[in-house]
């Protein structure tokens, strides 16, 4: 397929960098020389300096040509302007990332589509959404939702008294036959490598595992991991950008007890107004006084989403500092991003990763209809719905020549969420969700497409 991407900052060069390895055909247009030279000299793509709301520019690029265009530069009104555009002269598929989540809350009313946009992408709301699925889900450091729930993606960090710590796989199973849970993924601790767990794949201390669970499962992975239960009714937010204002409207709207802290006191109380069930706080939220003065300590999470890399993360190490149990801090830095646990933070999230993959999904072959990387794990989980003539299609999945480097990690039935055996039966119709490694992805979609 032929991709178009305009905006070479992180969220272009980092789809264009995950496409690369794809083998697609991929164009990146930017004004900034420097940013198509980094990604010229870095991944297999073609360049073009200018601006995607140029026609000509659009036609250099061969936009008649293109199965998608992606708009992702910094400007809204470029990337809904250049979608427009490019679905005019011949694009199939436009995607344009928007910072104003009113458009996401009513994009069937305005009828994004009738104007040439395909999609739309927020990367501050689905920052905010990540936020309110790692609060519901406390205890785990990674969260995924297919379905509304039928079926979660949960990670976390194997303790010491974690009761299935020793075991294989298999000893594991045997001994808790009814478990709604299956792993799909491990990584080592101190390492960097991703293992795609078989029956004798041994969990260990301080290994970090990703599970795929049906409905309950959750509980039960969270009495077996060795945690206590805590539950979350009082957060602290730091921060009043547009992450952090949708954010307390969603959490507000859940019923939290929500408590922000902004800086600037025109914002703060603009957002006193727009906000009236949380308790807005205009001050300084590095000033250890203040964060006292508030209470800190009774906080059951703290999250912080200012527009500073370094400020979000001491913030949250102060906050841990204080006995708060789950915090959360936005980054921007990449290489801040792969330290996650290791500073001590539960939960580091990328706002522009979180796009990215988002709209990742859209260029998968098959019938691919959901798909997110695993947090600092060289794999992804995809989810695809099985097609009548699928390789994969009334077979048991014990008979198929299924890749080791990728494990089923759940199925998607009318509705309802079922861990797969060996001996279960693939169905035209169902949602299938794999975990695999990069290199297996093209052999795992030949048994869907």
């Known amino acids: 397929m032929k991709i178009i991407i305009a905006g070479a900052g992180e969220v272009g060069f980092h789809l264009a960098k995950l496409l690369s390895y794809e083998s697609q055909e991929i164009t990146l247009i930017d004004t900034k020389k420097d940013s198509l030279n980094y990604a010229g000299e870095h991944l297999d793509i073609k360049t073009i300096k200018g601006d995607a709301t140029s026609i000509a520019i659009l036609r250099e690029a061969r936009i008649d040509t293109a199965g998608l265009f992606i708009a992702v530069t910094s400007s809204e009104t470029t990337n809904i302007t250049a979608c427009v555009l490019a679905k005019q002269l011949g694009a199939q598929r436009t995607i344009a990332r928007i910072s104003n989540t009113e458009f996401i809350d009513n994009k069937e009313t305005v009828g994004f589509s009738k104007f040439g946009i395909d999609e739309l992408i927020s990367p501050e709301s689905l920052a905010a959404s990540e936020i309110e699925l790692l609060l519901n889900q406390y205890g785990f450091n990674d969260t995924y939702e297919f379905e509304e729930g039928a079926l979660t993606m949960l990670g976390l960090r194997l303790s010491r008294t974690a009761t299935f710590v020793g075991k294989t796989v298999k ?199 959901a798909m997110t990387k695993l947090t ?30 990728a494990i089923f990690g759940g199925v998607i039935r009318d509705g309802k969420g079922l861990i797969p055996l060996g001996s279960f039966k693939i169905e035209s119709g169902d949602r299938v969700v794999v975990c695999c490694l990069p290199r297996s992805i093209s052999e795992v979609e030949s048994f869907f497409s």
């Open 376 to 405: 600092n794990m060289n794999a992804e989980l995809l989810e695809f719905v099985v097609k009548p003539n699928s390789k994969i299609t009334n077979k048991r999945i014990k008979d198929l020549k299924f890749p080791r480097s």
């Open 171 to 369: 000893e594991a199973a045997d001994i808790y036959p009814e478990l709604h849970f299956i792993p799909i993924a491990i990584q080592r601790y101190g390492t960097q490598y991703t293992i795609i767990p078989r029956g004798d794949t041994q969990f260990k201390e301080g290994d970090k595992v990703v599970f795929v669970t049906s409905k309950g499962g959750d509980a039960e992975l969270f009495d077996l991991s060795g945690k206590v239960k805590v539950e979350i009714k009082n957060v602290m937010i730091l921060g009043g950008s547009k992450i952090g204002f949708k954010t307390a409207k969603d959490l507000c709207a859940s019923k939290f007890n929500v408590k922000l802290v902004e800086s600037r006191k025109t914002i703060a109380e603009d957002l006193a107004d727009q906000l009236p069930n949380a308790l807005v706080i205009c001050g300084d939220g590095r000033n250890v006084e203040i964060l006292q003065e508030e209470n800190i300590s009774e906080m059951d999470a703290f999250i912080s989403v200012t527009g500073n890399s370094e400020t979000n993360i001491m913030s949250c190490l102060l906050a841990k500092s204080k006995g708060v149990k789950k915090t959360i801090a936005l980054v921007e830095n990449m290489d801040y991003y792969q330290l996650s646990q290791s500073i001590g933070i539960d939960t580091l999230i990328n706002k522009k990763l979180l796009a990215a993959n988002n709209i990742f999904r859209y260029i998968r072959k098959g019938e691919v209809v």
